[in-house]
Nanobody
Framework: QVQLAESGGGSVQSGGSLRLSCAAS????????MGWFRQAPGKEREGVAS???????SYSDSVKGRFTISQDKAKNIMYLQMDNLKPDDTAMYYC??????????????????????WGRGTQVTVSS
């Protein structure tokens, strides 16, 4: 069973930076898609960025150029470097994994229903 644990959230001022981490355990699939998602109060969960086992990345338009997703496969950790943070980035951030992912047939995206394992989240608050 895959387990995911996020860390690194906190409170920063607008324009500041944070780096989120997602530690994965129990994962044995050679092909996978992992992503970062966020949910603000009263809003639907939205995809932020994704990365697959080959290192291909994808970003939502709202964070492109400000956020960077990466992974350390040796440590089984995925990161989200968030720069130039804005108040609209305030949300609970979740990491998720799709271990059924097969790169021969689909692209690694950030559509929440595609992901079958989720962490509990870490709060990010950006003040103006």
């Amino acid at each position: 069973q895959v387990q995911l644990a996020e860390s690194g959230g906190g409170s920063v001022q607008s324009g500041g930076s944070l780096r989120l981490s997602c530690a994965a355990s129990g994962h044995t699939a050679s092909d996978y898609c992992m992503g970062w998602f966020r949910q603000a109060p009263g809003k639907e969960r939205e995809g932020v960025a994704s990365i697959d086992s080959a290192g291909k990345t994808s970003y939502s338009d709202s964070v492109k150029g400000r956020f960077t997703i990466s992974q350390d496969k040796a440590k089984n950790i995925m990161y989200l470097q968030m720069d130039n943070l804005k108040p609209d980035d305030t949300a609970m951030y979740y990491c998720a994994a799709d271990v059924r992912f097969d790169p021969r047939y689909i692209r690694c995206g950030y559509y929440p229903p595609d992901f079958d394992h989720w962490g509990r989240g870490t709060q990010v608050t950006v003040s103006s």
